[in-house]
């Protein structure tokens, strides 16, 4: 039937079938956008997935990494502290303004302290002369190490007594 022989109801019909049909069209348009954006989506997650595949496994291996150092580094330290503690030379370690950090047992059997005991103490305490102690500083601060150096030192007992000493400024990096 041809348009003009047609009721103004038989078009407005028409009308609305049409208007429906370009609706499921823009609908079956918006559909197909949303797949291929999801398609994208898709292509890009799964390449930040295989991003954080890869860093997570980096991860993984630098953890075990420092895990492993930390346990050398552990054991090392240990080591250390038992050839310290356990040498035939009294070893004794300050910090810059004296105070003792470490005492070993050898420099306990010789002076009569433990470290604990000398927690109030600095080592200048330990030093009879003054003005020979400042002598050695001098010659230390000087070279950063004085060798089989002869000088008068205090022990517990109040007892005087000649050691010599050998003194190495240690620097931390911090």
Same mark, same amino acid.
């Given at each position: 039937?041809?348009?003009?022989?047609?009721?103004?109801?038989?078009?407005?019909?028409?009308?609305?079938?049409?208007?429906?049909?370009?609706?499921?069209?823009?609908?079956?348009?918006?559909?197909?956008?949303?797949?291929?954006?999801?398609?994208?989506?898709?292509?890009?997650?799964?390449?930040? *997935?295989? #991003? $954080?595949? &890869?860093?997570?496994?980096? !991860?993984?291996?630098? %953890? =075990?990494?420092?895990?492993? /150092? *930390?346990? #050398? $580094?552990? &054991?090392?330290?240990?080591? !250390?502290?038992?050839? %310290? =503690?356990?040498?035939?030379? /009294?070893?004794?370690?300050?910090?810059?303004?004296?105070?003792?950090?470490?005492?070993?047992?050898?420099?306990?059997?010789?002076?009569?302290?433990?470290?604990?005991?000398?927690?109030?103490?600095?080592?200048?305490?330990?030093?009879?002369?003054?003005?020979?102690?400042?002598?050695?500083?001098?010659?230390?601060?000087?070279?950063?190490?004085?060798?089989?150096?002869?000088?008068?030192?205090?022990?517990?007992?109040?007892?005087?007594?000649?050691?010599?000493?050998?003194?190495?400024?240690?620097?931390?990096?911090?």
């Amino acid at each position: 039937m041809k348009d003009h022989r047609k009721t103004k109801q038989q078009l407005m019909e028409e009308l609305a079938e049409l208007r429906l049909r370009v609706d499921e069209c823009e609908i079956w348009k918006s559909h197909s956008d949303l797949q291929k954006a999801n398609e994208e989506l898709e292509r890009t997650t799964a390449g930040h *997935e295989a #991003e $954080l595949v &890869r860093a997570n496994q980096l !991860l993984k291996r630098e %953890i =075990e990494d420092r895990k492993r /150092a *930390e346990i #050398e $580094l552990k &054991r090392t330290k240990e080591h !250390l502290e038992n050839v %310290i =503690e356990n040498s035939a030379d /009294a070893i004794g370690i300050v910090d810059k303004l004296g105070k003792f950090i470490l005492w070993n047992r050898r420099s306990a059997h010789i002076y009569g302290y433990e470290l604990d005991e000398l927690a109030g103490k600095t080592a200048f305490d330990l030093y009879h002369d003054p003005l020979e102690l400042d002598r050695m500083l001098k010659r230390l601060r000087k070279t950063e190490f004085v060798r089989e150096y002869e000088i008068l030192m205090k022990k517990r007992d109040g007892s005087i007594v000649a050691m010599d000493l050998s003194i190495s400024l240690l620097k931390d990096e911090v």
